[in-house]
């Protein structure tokens, strides 16, 4: 990959880290309104499934070895994935300290699960890509 279009990916992910601080921490009163559930999933774990899709994708796109072969891109992605367990983690323990959010485990088990999908996808990509 062309040095520009790292900065490029490695500028997203730096972007995507500010906007999930920002809306894991942010106060309850500032959240929109909307529906409690979506097909009986509650909606605050579908947000955070949502929020940590992105994060393999961007984290291997901006990080991704160049001319290895695929069992060193595997292992860069289950790095990655490892990394996002412990901000996903690391969020969570943040809002358990603040005094106007709590601490959830499901929140982290949706953060996982929307990880690990985005991960599987990111490794058939690179599994299923002519070298």
Do not use: N
């Not at 920002?22 to 979506?38: A, I, W």
């Not at 579908?46 to 891109?73: D, N, W």
């Amino acid at each position: 990959m062309k040095t520009g279009r790292r900065h490029i990916w490695i500028t997203a992910l730096c972007v995507y880290f500010v906007a999930v601080v920002y809306l894991c921490l942010m106060r309850p009163d500032d959240m929109p309104q909307v529906q409690f559930d979506l097909f009986g999933i509650p909606i605050d774990q579908v947000v955070h499934f949502t929020m940590f899709f992105p994060f393999p994708i961007l984290a291997y796109a901006a990080f991704r070895p160049e001319g290895m072969k695929k069992i060193v891109h595997m292992a860069v992605l289950l790095t990655i994935l490892v990394a996002g367990a412990g901000i996903a983690i690391g969020t969570e323990k943040l809002q358990g300290l603040s005094e106007y959010r709590s601490y959830e485990i499901t929140d982290f088990y949706a953060d996982m699960l929307g990880m690990m999908l985005s991960s599987v996808i990111t490794a058939l990509f690179v599994m299923l890509k002519k070298s």
